[in-house]
């Protein structure tokens, strides 16, 4: 059983010093597309940090209970995979149902969420690191925050520069890049806390 010490480090390691997006460079896809507005970052990384703590935990009980013991480790990828797909078909069904708004905001990118390499990432990760269940799940909530603040910081910029003189050669993507570049440089300072 993890200590709360080592449930703090996991969290403050997970979501400032290894975040997904800016040092592991995972989920870029959604990172990049839909931080346009505060607004719609704001409910993209809500909805990622439901389906990476829910399928963290999903995917760890499977893992100890069903793959471990009958020796499928050998299945691991396939089962999170559908794991995840089958967390993203309920957040889709419940925010066409609830949030249409923010259901039309996020577009192709809400089913994308299944093919996103942090999700998976995580349950990978967890398993290599072999966390427990509740360890796993911090690092699934962690590594969400993360890319929650990331997606969050990445949108407030983007809206601010909406307004400004940008050279023709740096509108659109590459100034959006320059920025993820700068924000992954100002994270670096968070390697020095643990």
Not at 109 to 115: F, K
Not at 126 to 148: D, R
Not at 171 to 188: D, E, K, Q
Request: glycine fraction near 10%.
């Amino acid at each position: 059983m993890e200590t709360v010490k080592e449930l703090l480090v996991i969290l403050v390691s997970s979501s400032l010093v290894s975040n997904v997006v800016l040092s592991r460079f995972l989920g870029l896809c959604p990172f990049l597309g839909v931080s346009k507005k505060i607004d719609t970052a704001a409910g993209m990384g809500s909805a990622i940090i439901f389906v990476i703590t829910l399928s963290s935990g999903i995917a760890g009980v499977i893992y100890r209970f069903l793959l471990v013991p009958f020796h499928l480790e050998y299945l691991q990828t396939i089962v999170f995979i559908l794991v995840i797909a089958a967390l993203v078909q309920f957040v889709e069904m419940f925010l066409k149902k609830y949030m249409k708004g923010l259901y039309q905001a996020l577009g192709v990118y809400l089913p994308l969420i299944t093919t996103n390499c942090a999700v998976l990432g995580v349950a990978l990760t967890n398993v290599q690191k072999e966390y427990g269940i509740l360890a796993g799940m911090v690092n699934g909530f962690a590594t969400a925050l993360g890319f929650l603040a990331a997606i969050v910081i990445l949108a407030g910029l983007r809206e601010k520069m909406a307004y400004n003189d940008i050279p023709p050669a740096f509108r659109g993507m590459p100034h959006v890049l320059l920025t993820a570049g700068l924000m992954a440089i100002a994270f670096c300072g968070f390697s020095g806390l643990l």
